[in-house]
């Protein structure tokens, strides 16, 4: 298993400056470490990158404890069923669909591991990386309401945008490579 660092150095030149962002932008917030790394968790997960997940799993666990990471992780698993659920109701446009119970279990948007702020702060990274608008607005209005600013807000979604392009660009390298092995 490579380390975060490792796949930060396998980026091809292509990426250089995701390289950089990924170096920098992470250590360079007004977010506490634990929503720092509860934040590159969930943006991780959604992104759909298993070698960059367990990279960041790896630092987050030692970094910021194991109720953090599993408060991650469920909120990027309720994410990818909510933010496909309520994108839908907000792209079909009709009240009809709006007026329908949703009728989904989200029980631990309510009651999570470490506290409800950072959990939506979570949810929010993640859901802007699913580009579902109506979540992007209701996580930041939670979030905000829970006393964060708007430039955390702001650092969490450099945070979120950075991970989801280490995702991408090691896809990338990937497909392009010879035989898919990164260089």
Known sequence: MATLE?????LPDFARDIKLNLQTVPSSTSLSPAQRWG???AS?????NPELLSAVLSEARREAGEAIVDDALAAASLMGMNNIYYRFRHMIGKPSYSEKPARLRMQRLAK????????ELFSLA??????CEAC????EEVVLAGGLTEDQIHDAIRVSATVHAAAVS???HAAVSPAGVAS
């Open 126 to 131: 993640a859901s802007a990386i699913t580009g």
């Open 170 to 172: 090691l896809e990338l």
């Open 6 to 10: 490792e796949l930060r150095n396998s």
């Open 44 to 48: 991780a997960a959604a992104s759909r």
């Open 112 to 119: 999570p591991a470490t506290n409800k702020t950072d959990f």
């Open 39 to 41: 934040v590159a968790v």
């Open 136 to 139: 992007v607005k209701a996580h």
